[in-house]
């Protein structure tokens, strides 16, 4: 009953976050100011930027469960490294996809190998055959071991993805948010775009939570159908 609960309230609570960031949206779409360069199009900022901190977020809740699961051997701790994985592959792809909205208008392109866009669909790509990696390994020591290994390999591209405008010439804009002499966006843009970060970190862990929670009552469902049958 207790477990139920927990899981009811995780639902419940994601429900609340979604409807947060949908007000969050509105506001981008109906109160911040146009940016003078770039016209409405900037807008998709405020869903591509939460997005990709979304995907950093879930690499790191990645790295978490895998260093967990190296340290104690026990597959368990692949439920919150699965959670998270799945969940970072969603908000990469829609970082890859929101970008490419925000780079035609603005390169011309619906895509190019940038920098910054060649390491984020890498990131993709790892979170993808990370899940594969998993389904294809029986369960044991050895599945435990790759996908803990892979899941720190993930974790890694993160920096190398944010500090990509600054090691190579790219054509994705510098940091605006974070630099040396402070953000150069307007206030009120800033405000709305921390404020949906902040919403979007939430509804991540709140997505992690409840997919790791299905993974364990599907195991346990599982070992006890395997149970009856022997």
Request: hydrophobic share 50%; aromatic share 10%; proline share 3%.
């Amino acid at each position: 009953m207790t477990e139920r609960k927990s899981k009811f309230t995780l639902a419940n609570s994601l429900t609340v976050l979604l409807a947060m960031l949908l007000g969050q949206w509105m506001l981008a779409w109906l109160w911040v100011p146009v940016d003078e360069a770039q016209g409405d199009v900037y807008r998709v900022i405020y869903l591509h930027v939460p997005a990709a901190f979304a995907s950093f977020l879930s690499a790191g809740v990645l790295l978490i469960g895998s260093l967990l699961a190296l340290r104690s051997k026990d597959e368990h701790w692949l439920n919150l490294s699965r959670a998270a994985a799945e969940v970072g592959l969603l908000f990469t792809l829609l970082t890859l996809a929101t970008g490419s909205i925000w780079g035609k208008p603005t390169w011309g392109v619906w895509w190019t190998w940038d920098a910054r866009l060649t390491t984020s669909f890498l990131l993709a790509l790892m979170y993808g055959g990370w899940i594969l990696l998993f389904g294809a390994i029986p369960q044991g020591p050895s599945r435990t071991r790759s996908c803990s290994i892979l899941g720190v390999m993930i974790a890694a591209d993160v920096p190398i993805i944010y500090k990509s405008v600054t090691w190579w010439r790219t054509l994705h804009q510098p940091q605006t948010i974070l630099r040396t002499g402070g953000s150069t966006m307007d206030s009120d843009m800033l405000c709305v775009l921390l404020s949906g970060i902040a919403i979007m970190a939430l509804v991540t862990v709140n997505m992690i939570l409840v997919r790791r929670e299905t993974l364990r009552l599907e195991q346990e469902l599982e070992e006890k159908s395997l149970g009856g049958a022997s």
